[in-house]
């Protein structure tokens, strides 16, 4: 017959749920520090939502890069 270990619905006894509990948690706390690192980064490099003047740079940028490409054709 089976081996009726654990007394819950899970079948881990109640030290190995405290155990997975704490990985889970540790684990969960870990992602969540690398996704707000992440996201912290990525608004530094370029914000999701654009100053008062808009997004400016861009129409300083596409004249240089317009003449730059029409070098290479």
Do not use: C
Not at 3 to 25: I, Q, R, Y
Not at 31 to 55: C, D, K, M, N, S
């Amino acid at each position: 017959m089976a081996d009726n270990k654990g007394s819950g619905s899970s079948g881990l006894t109640e030290a190995e749920a405290k155990e997975f509990h704490g990985m889970f948690v540790t684990s969960f706390i870990a992602f969540t520090v690398v996704a707000i690192i992440a996201h912290f980064l990525a608004w530094q490099w370029r914000p999701w939502l654009p100053p008062v003047e808009g997004y400016s740079l861009n129409d300083s940028i596409l004249p240089a890069a317009v003449q730059l490409t029409s070098m290479f054709t």
